[in-house]
C-alpha cells in the first residue's frame, strides 16, 4: 500500500495485520482518485471503516485541508495513527475510536466536527448482509454531516446491492468483484 499522488507520492503505508481490511488496488485507487481530484482540494474528508487509512491519507497527500478517520478495531487504529505520524500529517487528521454508528447519531458524546466535502464508506463487505438496517441509518445520517454538494463514496461487494434513498447516486463503477457508488444527499 502507498500513497500515489501529491505531496507523499510513493510513500508506503503499513499494511493491515490482519484480513480484516481490504486494501484497493493502486489501480482502482488511481481511478478513483482521478474523478475525485478536482473536490480535493481545501476538502474536509472522513474515511468510515478506515482501517489503515489509505483513502484519506491520499486526500490529504492531495491537499485536502483535513481528514477525519473513523475505526474501531484496535489494529488496525494503531496502523492507521502510525501511518499518520509517518507521514507527519497530525495537524490536519483526527482518529475518532468508537463506533461509527454512535458517533453519527450523537450516542457516543463527541463534540461536532466540520461537515464533509468528501466521505469514503467502506464498511466490511458482511455489514452489507449483516446490517443492512444500520447502513440505512447511517446514510440518513451522512445528509446532516455533509457540505451541500458533498460526495459519498461507497464501496462494496459488486454482487450486493443496498437502496440509500436518502443518497442520490450520480455514479457507478464497478472493477472486478468491488463496486463504487458514489452518492449524494437528496
Known amino acids: 500500500m502507498r500513497i500515489i499522488a501529491g505531496e507523499f507520492r510513493g510513500r508506503r503505508l503499513l499494511p493491515p495485520e490482519s484480513d480484516a481490511t481490504r ?17 480535493i482540494p481545501d476538502a474536509i474528508v472522513y474515511d468510515c471503516f478506515a482501517g489503515t487509512g489509505s483513502m484519506g491519507l491520499e486526500c490529504l497527500s492531495r491537499g485536502a485541508a483535513g481528514a477525519t478517520f473513523f475505526e474501531s478495531d484496535r489494529s488496525a487504529v494503531s496502523r492507521l495513527e502510525k501511518n499518520i505520524a509517518m507521514l507527519g500529517v497530525d495537524d490536519r487528521a483526527g482518529v475518532i475510536r468508537a463506533d461509527l454508528f454512535g458517533w453519527f447519531d450523537g450516542r457516543d458524546g463527541t463534540t461536532k466536527h466540520p461537515s464533509a466535502d468528501l466521505t469514503f464508506l467502506d464498511p466490511p463487505y458482511r455489514f452489507l448482509r449483516e446490517r443492512p438496517n444500520d447502513l440505512r441509518r447511517l446514510a440518513i445520517q451522512f445528509q446532516a454531516h455533509l457540505k451541500p454538494g458533498g460526495t459519498v463514496i461507497f464501496r462494496h461487494d459488486a454482487g450486493d446491492q443496498l437502496e440509500l434513498p436518502e443518497l442520490a447516486r450520480t455514479d457507478v463503477r464497478t472493477y472486478g468483484g468491488m463496486t463504487l457508488e458514489f452518492l449524494q444527499a437528496s
Not at 23 to 39: E, G, H, N, W, Y
Open 23 to 39: 486494501p484497493i488496488t493502486d489501480r482502482v485507487k488511481q481511478s478513483l482518485f482521478d474523478i475525485l481530484a478536482p473536490m
